[in-house]
T-cell receptor, first 116, second 116 residues
Framework: AQTVTQSQPEMSVQEAETVTLSCTYD???????LFWYKQPPSRQMILVIR??????QNATENRFSVNFQKAAKSFSLKISDSQLGDTAMYFCAFMKPFSNDYKLSFGAGTTVTVRA | KAGVTQTPRYLIKTRGQQVTLSCSPI?????VSWYQQTPGQGLQFLFE???????NKGNFPGRFSGRQFSNSRSEMNVSTLELGDSALYLC???????????????FGPGTRLTVL
């Protein structure tokens, strides 16, 4: 079974600043996908960014980027130029693709508050 | 294209009752997954359906069941409700997923179930 650990329950950042969220995971798989999901107070879960384990290049999506360290089993999310709309709970998640075990395994989440 | 819809959005039940939640996936999506979100246990996978068949199941008691119809709409049922079943139930749909492909999961807004 895969486990995903987010050790920071809450983070606070000033608008326009940068914040980094940590995530570690445990798996014996070699091929897998990692994700960061955002859940704002409206509760709608939204995919922020995805990383395939076989790709060495770190994924980026506009102001969001990841630092993927496969050997260390670490997958952090950096939010640059934070905006008020980034206030949300962020979940790190793991999936083993191309299998019948088609499900997301989530971490406990990190609540991010962006201050004006 | 309309997103994933879940009905009802809010539900209040008493212990011992049963409840049925509904999820309509994005048009063309054939895979529907269900997740339970609670403050204590976080986000946990319940089950996944594809082409009317349960393809994967999480570690939940038999009181939790589901089904998928030929139009890909899915329902989940919880019988003999317990206080601990109070949670946000999220549904996610994707094109296929499973052993043949990876497809992004799109989440619905959730159903908030309160058991009194």
């Amino acid at each position: 079974a895969q486990t995903v650990t987010q050790s920071q329950p809450e983070m606070s950042v000033q608008e326009a600043e940068t914040v980094t969220l940590s995530c570690t995971y445990d798996t014996s798989e070699n091929n897998y996908y990692l994700f960061w999901y955002k859940q704002p107070p409206s509760r709608q879960m939204i995919l922020v960014i995805r990383q395939e384990a076989y790709k060495q290049q770190n994924a980026t999506e506009n102001r969001f980027s990841v630092n993927f360290q496969k050997a260390a089993k670490s997958f952090s999310l950096k939010i640059s130029d934070s905006q008020l709309g980034d206030t949300a709970m962020y979940f790190c998640a793991f999936m083993k693709p191309f299998s019948n075990d088609y499900k997301l395994s989530f971490g406990a989440g990190t609540t991010v508050t962006v201050r004006a | 294209k309309a997103g994933v819809t879940q009905t009802p959005r809010y539900l209040i039940k008493t212990r011992g009752q049963q409840v049925t939640l509904s999820c309509s996936p994005i048009s063309g999506h054939r895979s529907v997954s269900w997740y339970q979100q609670t403050p204590g246990q976080g986000l946990q996978f319940l089950f996944e359906y594809f082409s009317e068949t349960q393809r994967n199941k999480g570690n939940f008691p038999g009181r939790f069941s589901g089904r998928q119809f030929s139009n890909s709409r899915s329902e989940m049922n919880v019988s003999t409700l317990e206080l601990g079943d109070s949670a946000l139930y999220l549904c996610a749909s994707s094109l296929e997923g499973g052993p043949s492909s990876y497809n992004e999961q799109f989440f619905g807004p959730g159903t908030r179930l309160t058991v009194l």
